[in-house]
């Protein structure tokens, strides 16, 4: 029976790459010099350090354009609040990988509603569409593009 996989991944070579150039950006505009201005990636957490709050705004902006850039879905990412003291500010972006629990249930429930002749089933992260034809199954990956949904989706492993 034909099946797919609905996932969200993102490629940590990419966004790697993307955080190296935003480094290196920094590094060379004029009104960054000397400031200490820089980003950290640690796990699936990029780290912003500056000295004020505007600075971090411009190096938000300058990671979104460079990942952005690379390929890297900006659905991903969540900005947390940033923290300033009197000699710094710092903001943590995290990248989020996987489908959650909440939004697996939405994609069963899109496709259950959508009275196409598949079944959605939740297996971990990643969410197990099958059915009888083809055609029902490309249905079903368009009707999941189009749903607003607040995490990039990816379909992979499609077996016929």
Do not use: W, Y
């Amino acid at each position: 029976m034909p099946s797919f996989d609905v996932v969200s991944e993102l490629n940590a070579h990419e966004v790697a790459n993307g955080v190296d150039q935003a480094n290196r950006e920094i590094a060379q505009r004029f009104d960054f010099k000397d400031t200490g201005a820089c980003f950290t990636l640690e796990g699936l957490t990029v780290t912003l350090q500056a000295q004020v709050d505007f600075q971090l705004k411009q190096m938000l902006e300058i990671l979104k354009l460079r990942l952005g850039r690379r390929g890297i879905d900006l659905k991903c990412l969540e900005v947390k609040e940033a923290q300033l003291t009197l000699s710094s500010a710092r903001q943590q972006v995290l990248l989020r990988q996987g489908i959650d629990a909440e939004t697996a249930k939405k994609v069963t429930r899109l496709i259950k509603d959508s009275k196409l002749k598949i079944q959605g089933s939740i297996q971990g992260e990643k969410v197990r569409v099958t059915g009888k034809q083809r055609d029902e199954l490309q249905a079903a990956i368009g009707l999941l593009r189009a749903a607003p949904l607040d995490l990039p989706l990816q379909f992979n492993n499609f077996r016929d």
